[in-house]
């Protein structure tokens, strides 16, 4: 996507990708999260080969977030990102001036 294209998406064409098995995901880091990808795939019982890929989309949907390293630091901790907040910054994002792809 182009910036120009994340600018113009409404909020309802963004949480309408929240469907299906992101929903799921979604749903399994609210209510057994925080945590890294593998404890929230053992408490909810989705597959780890389900989970990581709807994780990666929902932390770049904004749904997700990556809170840092899990204790060993071999992986990441991450958490849902409530909707109304996800709201709150897509209408912020939203009214920002699209920067140009190329600054220079």
Same mark, same amino acid.
């Given at each position: 996507?182009? /910036?120009?294209?994340?600018?113009?998406?409404? %909020?309802?064409?963004?949480?309408?990708?929240? &469907?299906?098995?992101?929903?799921?995901? @979604?749903? &399994?880091?609210?209510?057994?999260?925080?945590?890294?990808?593998?404890?929230?795939?053992?408490?909810?019982?989705?597959?780890?080969?389900?989970?990581?890929?709807?994780?990666?989309?929902? *932390?770049?949907?904004?749904?997700?977030?990556?809170? =840092? =390293?899990?204790?060993?630091?071999?992986?990441? *901790? @991450?958490?849902? *990102? /409530?909707?109304?907040?996800?709201?709150?910054?897509?209408? @912020? %994002?939203?009214?920002?001036? *699209?920067?140009?792809?190329? /600054?220079?």
């Amino acid at each position: 996507m182009k /910036p120009v294209d994340f600018r113009n998406i409404t %909020w309802d064409q963004l949480h309408g990708h929240l &469907a299906g098995l992101r929903q799921q995901v @979604y749903d &399994a880091f609210a209510q057994h999260g925080p945590g890294t990808t593998r404890e929230v795939s053992e408490r909810s019982r989705i597959s780890i080969l389900t989970l990581r890929p709807r994780t990666t989309e929902l *932390v770049q949907l904004g749904f997700v977030e990556c809170l =840092g =390293g899990s204790d060993d630091g071999r992986e990441a *901790v @991450y958490i849902a *990102v /409530p909707p109304d907040v996800v709201r709150n910054r897509f209408e @912020y %994002w939203r009214r920002q001036p *699209v920067q140009s792809e190329f /600054p220079f």
